[in-house]
Nanobody, 120 residues
Framework: QVQLVESGGGLVQPGGSLRVSCAASGSIDSIYFMGWYRQAPGKQRDLVAGITSSGTINYADSVKGRFTISRDNAKNTVYLQMNSLKPEDTAVYYC??????????????WGQGTQVTVSS
């Protein structure tokens, strides 16, 4: 059973920083894409940042220069460092990964979500 477990959300003041982490566990053969999406109340879930197994990175325009995604392949973990946070960054942040479990076809997995609230 493959699962993604997120941690590190919380409440931060505008201009502050947070780091969220997402660890994949289970019987894993390969992990392809890993990324972070976010969903604010009443809005659709949008990609924030993603990183491929070869290290290619893309960011949403709204977070470029403020957020940094990184990946530790040995730990099957992806991180999102968020700096200069703004109230409009408030959302539930979801980890997403394309994973091939051992003996099974690749599948798109989601974490349970972690709340990030930027408020004074």
């Amino acid at each position: 059973q493959v699962q993604l477990v997120e941690s590190g959300g919380g409440l931060v003041q505008p201009g502050g920083s947070l780091r969220v982490s997402c660890a994949a566990s289970g019987s894993i053969d390969s992990i392809y894409f890993m990324g972070w999406y976010r969903q604010a109340p009443g809005k659709q879930r949008d990609l924030v940042a993603g990183i491929t197994s070869s290290g290619t990175i893309n960011y949403a325009d709204s977070v470029k220069g403020r957020f940094t995604i990184s990946r530790d392949n040995a730990k099957n973990t992806v991180y999102l460092q968020m700096n200069s946070l703004k109230p409009e960054d408030t959302a539930v942040y979801y980890c997403n990964a394309g994973i091939k479990p051992v003996g099974r076809p690749a599948y798109d997995y989601w974490g349970q979500g972690t709340q990030v609230t930027v408020s004074s």
